[in-house]
């Protein structure tokens, strides 16, 4: 098990659908990230919050937006998703940003199925 | 463009064996390097090298970053089935917050 805790495990959701993803930590840590993985590729950055605030958006699609109530919660909400979505979604955490030497923390990830 | 290659993409060993894992960077203003090992789901944190060149160490595992080569190696000494993982290195730079990921390098260790 890791701390950065993410919720659900696994979805699957239509493409009309609107869902959220959770991830929480408790580490005190003022960085957090999402990324999206496909199979056999490496994780690739989606946004990055810094002390509860964008500070990178990789250009990444408005069906998937994101928001920091606080500094311990992210959520990635989803809406009208397409199936070349479907993907490992995986949360992480750092003390500072990485440009800091603040190595990242890591979920387990929820495993996203666009049907 | 700032990029990471890891070499090679996959290794099939016997356990007991002795493994090396290569990863050389081009980045720009370069921080630091960073191995991870990806069984399943949440890639773990291994080691955090930088220019420095001291070499890390955890048990069976080792890592060393060559600034003059942008390289650095992971070992895995008398490696065992629970090593089989995709091991992941990334780089960090000095002028932003991402990461840049590697491909991996996919390791099967079989009994």
């Known amino acids: ?26 580490m005190g840590h003022r960085a957090m990230y999402w990324y999206k993985q496909k ?3 490496p994780p690739e950055l989606m946004f990055v919050y ?5 500070s990178i958006n990789e250009s ?7 928001e920091c109530p606080n500094s311990s919660l992210l959520n990635l909400h ?24 603040s190595p990242l923390h ?10 | 463009e700032d990029k990471v290659v890891q070499s090679p993409l996959s290794l099939v060993v016997h356990e007991g064996d002795t493994v090396t894992l290569n990863c050389s960077y081009e980045v720009t203003n370069f921080r630091s390097l960073l191995w991870y090992k990806q069984e399943k789901k949440a890639p773990t944190f291994l080691f955090m090298l930088t220019s420095s060149g001291i070499e890390k160490k955890s048990g069976r595992l080792s890592s060393i970053l060559d600034k ?24 960090t730079s000095y002028n932003t917050d991402k990461l840049i990921f590697g491909t991996g390098t996919r390791l099967q260790v079989f009994p």
């Not at chain 1, 890791?2 to 959220?20: A, F, R």
């Not at chain 1, 810094?50 to 964008?54: D, H, V």
């Not at chain 1, 989803?78 to 030497?101: F, I, K, V």
């Open chain 1, 39 to 41: 199979a056999k590729k």
């Open chain 1, 106 to 115: 890591f979920g387990n990830g929820t495993r996203l199925t666009v049907t």
């Open chain 2, 68 to 91: 003059k080569e942008l390289s650095s190696i992971l070992n895995i000494t008398a490696t065992q089935t629970g090593d089989s993982a995709i091991y992941l290195c990334a780089g």
């Open chain 1, 60 to 66: 990444v699609p408005s069906r998937f937006s994101p």
């Open chain 1, 50 to 54: 810094s002390y509860e605030k964008l």
């Open chain 1, 1 to 26: 098990d890791t701390e950065v805790t993410q919720t659900p495990k696994h979805l699957v959701m239509g493409m009309t659908n609107k869902k959220s993803l959770k991830c929480e930590q408790h």
């Open chain 1, 78 to 101: 989803l809406h009208a998703l397409q199936p070349e979505d479907s993907a490992l979604y995986l949360c992480a955490s750092s003390r500072g940003t990485a440009r800091y030497n």
